[in-house]
């Protein structure tokens, strides 16, 4: 008896060094999939579920099994979740995360997790993102794929290409360095303290985009805002009107440069930016509270 449950609990330590050495990994990829760390979390408690059950003792490549796992899981949450963002109050956006200084540093998974490149993942099936993150993102051969996907290795190849191709499309044309999207945000700051119109236009990029996410509880623009004039004078009027004390500190969001926005000491909206050729052209303002729990201390992600 004492000898069993001696191998049962030895099992079960085995399967926890193994899921701990892999965690950071397993997060990242079901944040990718599903641009949510809340989700993300759930789905990694799923995964350590079903790993526990698991015969190591038939499992070749551990990285790869737990890899299948999640993205299983992930796959059947972000059919889920399709059906709750029918329903969502506005624009969705994805949970911003705080990160860690090493994200930054490696430029592949910072493009990856950018605010930018998780919203074209918005647009694939869900199929299409699991296929287009594990193989552009993680490297994962198209047999693994194939396993975690069930479908054959054949198919994977197509979906692959033409997730491919749909996102190349609509990705940045370009990958700034941490410097000048620095620069830029220091320049936006400056230009909403002053309350100077014409200084916002020209940190502004004329075609940029703001897309504001405050998921009904709190209020925010409920369609995108295209025009750096109609974003200008959105910006402007709403700092004009706003008479409780506003404070712009920086920070490092989804590996990139970000703001965060305190009213009276508090914390009220992560500010992500996307900037190209010096000015911005994507600003996107999370205000939900349910996605800003992930502030408060850093996310540790990887690639491998």
Do not use: C
């Amino acid at each position: 008896m004492v000898e069993n449950r001696m191998s049962e609990e030895h099992v079960v330590d085995r399967a926890t060094e193994a899921f701990v050495a892999q965690r950071n990994l397993l997060f990242t990829v079901a944040y990718e999939m599903l641009g949510s760390a809340v989700d993300a979390e759930d789905v990694l408690q799923e995964t350590w579920l079903r790993w526990v059950e698991v015969d190591l003792d038939q499992v070749r490549d551990q990285r790869a099994y737990l890899v299948r796992i999640t993205t299983r899981q992930a796959l059947n949450r972000l059919r889920t979740m399709s059906r709750r963002k029918e329903s969502y109050v506005g624009p969705w956006l994805p949970e911003p995360l705080l990160t860690t200084p090493d994200v930054a540093q490696d430029v592949e998974l910072a493009e990856s997790v950018s605010m930018a490149v998780m919203l074209v993942l918005e647009t694939l099936s869900p199929t299409e993102r699991a296929v287009f993150v594990l193989r552009e993102v993680f490297d994962v051969g198209y047999d693994e794929i194939a396993a975690a996907v069930d479908r054959t290795p054949a198919a994977v190849r197509q979906i692959a290409h033409r997730a491919r191709r749909h996102v190349d499309a609509r990705r940045p044309r370009t990958v700034v360095s941490q410097r000048q999207t620095r620069e830029a945000v220091d320049s936006f700051v400056r230009a909403l303290k002053g309350g100077d119109l014409q200084e916002l236009l020209d940190v502004l990029a004329p075609d940029v985009v703001y897309m504001g996410d405050g998921g009904g509880v709190k209020h925010a623009a409920l369609r995108p805002i295209a025009g750096a004039g109609k974003v200008a004078r959105l910006l402007a009027g709403g700092l004009g009107r706003n008479t409780i004390p506003i404070t712009f500190g920086p920070t490092m969001v989804n590996g990139s440069p970000a703001l965060a926005l305190h009213l009276d000491g508090e914390l009220d909206s992560i500010v992500a930016v996307h900037v190209e050729a010096g000015r911005i052209t994507g600003l996107y303002v999370v205000r939900n509270p349910e996605k800003l729990s992930r502030i408060a201390s850093e996310t540790p992600l990887a690639l491998r």
